[in-house]
């Protein structure tokens, strides 16, 4: 039996043995509702960017190319820890740094985060990434 991939502008015929269903049937389950194409209609190889839905309801749908789902080894990148949450990196923080409240809520890695050091009371608001590496410059982080 074939398929016709009706997601792309050109026709393509994809054999039965060759499509995402049947070669990888355990990642139908998290294919979104909203992609155009169905598992059918394209191969394990696909270049093509689909919006997969994350087995913890908790995490947004995310977007990868069919390939990359297969052969990565890992899917939504808040549960491979690829990606943090706000909550992710709170706990990261007081890990490292206990000493120190966040202000702000946590973006991304690059983007800026106000803080407060509880010890000293200095407030700044550095890249979040490097927060992680450095703690408070003012005191470090050293109770007085």
């Not at 789902?69 to 690829?82: P, Y």
């Not at 990606?83 to 991304?108: A, C, D, G, M, V």
């Not at 407060?116 to 408070?136: M, Q």
Request: proline letters at 5%; a positive charge.
């Amino acid at each position: 039996m074939e398929n016709i991939n009706k997601s792309t502008q050109m026709t393509q015929i994809i054999s039965t043995n060759q499509n995402l269903a049947y070669t990888h049937p355990h990642l139908v389950s998290e294919w979104h509702e909203s992609n155009k194409a169905q598992p059918t209609e394209v191969t394990f190889g696909s270049q093509e960017v689909i919006i997969w839905k994350c087995p913890n309801p908790n995490h947004e749908p995310y977007k990868m190319s069919v390939y990359e789902r297969v052969n990565a080894k890992f899917g939504c990148q808040i549960c491979s820890g690829r990606k943090r949450t706000h909550k992710s990196f709170s706990i990261q923080l007081k890990e490292r740094f206990p000493n120190i409240e966040l202000l702000s809520t946590y973006i991304q890695s690059d983007k800026q985060i106000d803080c407060k050091c509880i010890i000293c009371g200095r407030e700044w608001n550095p890249i979040a990434n490097n927060l992680l590496k450095t703690g408070c410059a003012k005191c470090k982080n050293k109770a007085k």
